[in-house]
């Protein structure tokens, strides 16, 4: 199997994106601890902060390689997520350069 590291990002974007509908992403942290095992996987979305303008959540990519489930040592991914709400910010225009002698 070839990993791709987006795509696994991606779905820790996704279930944080799931969890808190209302934010938008705005920063991942992501860490690959483990080669990404074959067959089924679980994410794991557990908010550290879940605030009205701003959220961080850790979500953990994981598997059950040796049978047992759930054990620290079978995490193959883990993120930090920043989310926040959509905000009006300041308006800005191109002004150009201001000609320069020489």
């Known amino acids: ?3 791709r590291g987006g795509l696994v990002s991606s779905l820790a ?3 944080a994106e799931h ?3 209302e934010q938008s992403v705005r920063k991942l942290s992501a860490q690959f601890l ?7 996987v679980e994410l794991d979305v557990r908010p550290l902060r879940r605030g009205g303008s701003s959220s961080v959540l850790a979500v953990t ?4 390689g040796d049978g047992s489930g759930g054990s620290s040592a079978d995490v ?11 905000r009006p910010g300041r308006s800005v225009q191109a002004v150009p ?6």
């Open 61 to 64: 990519l994981g598997g059950h």
């Open 76 to 86: 193959m991914l883990a993120t930090t997520v920043l989310l926040g709400r959509s």
């Open 13 to 15: 974007v996704a279930a």
């Open 34 to 40: 483990a080669p990404l095992a074959e067959g089924p």
């Open 1 to 3: 199997m070839v990993e």
């Open 19 to 21: 969890t808190v509908p």
């Open 97 to 102: 350069a201001p000609g320069v002698p020489g």
